[in-house]
């Protein structure tokens, strides 16, 4: 099975600052790689997929990239509302997989 | 607008079986496939398995090969899992999802509780 490893597991930051979180896969998936935002209580919001386009209605401050093993999601100006645990998701094949996530706190 | 809308909760006994389903709308049911996802509070997703709700094709996780099972309706634009011998492990949330470039909706969520 293919492994996703995030990093970093916890992000403290501010309102308007830039972050980017990496995952890192075990093999080569080319650029079948998504990224999910999840709130408490609520299911996944994909957010990119194909490793860097933009899920229709998805801020433009959210951007992806990556190919083969490595990845990443980049906020480029924190809101409020972003403040949520982060998956990354792997869909070669019929099998998916997701990284162990991300959870953005307020500094 | 599309929607996929789970069965509620439920809570069974250990060793018993549990089936949810996920009613779609908003879309031809056939043309995207359908996985179940589930996740345990403060874990990462788990996939369990896909079906492909044209043709029924399914493929599961080598975890839970042999203890699940997942079907489809296509008159009634509703995919379901099977999960059987369940132990304490198993309580969690399960979630269905729609197969487009990753998931691209989601279900509400159905919670499982195994108790004896």
């Known amino acids: 099975d293919i492994q996703l490893t995030q990093s970093p597991s916890t992000l403290s930051a501010s309102v308007g600052d830039r972050v980017t979180i990496t995952c890192r896969a075990s093999?080569?998936?080319?650029?079948?790689l998504s990224w999910y935002q999840q709130k408490p209580g609520k299911a996944p919001k994909l957010l990119i997929y194909?490793?860097?386009f933009l899920e229709s209605g998805v801020p433009s401050t959210f951007s992806g990239s990556g190919f083969g093993t490595e990845f990443t999601l980049t906020i480029s100006s924190l809101q409020p509302d972003d403040f949520a645990s982060y998956y990354c998701?792997?869909?070669?094949?019929?099998?998916?997989?997701f990284g162990q996530g991300t959870k953005l706190e307020i500094k | 607008q599309v929607q996929l809308v789970q069965s509620g909760a439920e809570v069974r006994q250990p060793g018993a079986s549990v089936k949810i389903s996920c009613k779609a709308s908003?879309?031809?049911?056939?043309?995207?496939?359908i996985h179940w996802i589930r996740q345990a509070p403060g874990q990462r997703l788990e996939w369990i398995g896909w079906?492909?709700?044209?043709?029924?094709?399914?493929k599961y996780s080598q975890k839970f090969q042999g203890r699940v099972i997942i079907t489809r309706d296509t008159s009634a634009n509703t995919a379901y899992m099977d999960l059987r011998g369940l132990t304490s492990e198993d309580t969690t949330l399960y979630y269905c999802?729609?197969?487009?470039?990753?998931?691209?909706?989601w279900g509400q969520g159905t919670l499982v509780t195994v108790s004896a």
């Open positions: 999802a729609r197969d487009r470039v990753g998931n691209d909706f």
């Open positions: 908003g879309y031809t049911f056939t043309t995207h496939s």
């Open positions: 079906i492909n709700t044209g043709s029924g094709e399914t």
């Open positions: 093999q080569d998936i080319n650029m079948w």
């Open positions: 194909q490793a860097s």
């Open positions: 998701q792997q869909y070669i094949g019929y099998s998916r997989t």
